[in-house]
């Protein structure tokens, strides 16, 4: 899977396979996705604002998300210079 952490956010980044739950937000997805692995700052996504950059705390310390709605998140690892264990979450 390479960069990515899970089979489901791969299918729908590299074949355009989405996951039944995500449908409604494929687009949003698939964009913020495609910024996630091609930043080379991580500062990088905190423009749009509503990205909401933010490190994550407790069992996912280490890793980063931002927002693709209310509910779901991209959550990804930084190592300084590209992300890895990159996966689309229902964060709640």
Known sequence: ???????????LYED???HPRWRSFEAIALRKLDRVMNITRLDDLRVPPG???????????????????????ICFKWDGTQTYAIEITDYH
């Open 16 to 18: 355009g396979l989405c």
């Open 1 to 11: 899977m390479g960069r990515f952490a899970d089979k489901h956010t791969l299918a």
């Open 51 to 73: 990205n909401r950059l933010e490190a994550l705390r407790g069992d996912r310390s280490g890793q980063w998300s931002i927002r693709i709605n209310d509910q779901y998140r």
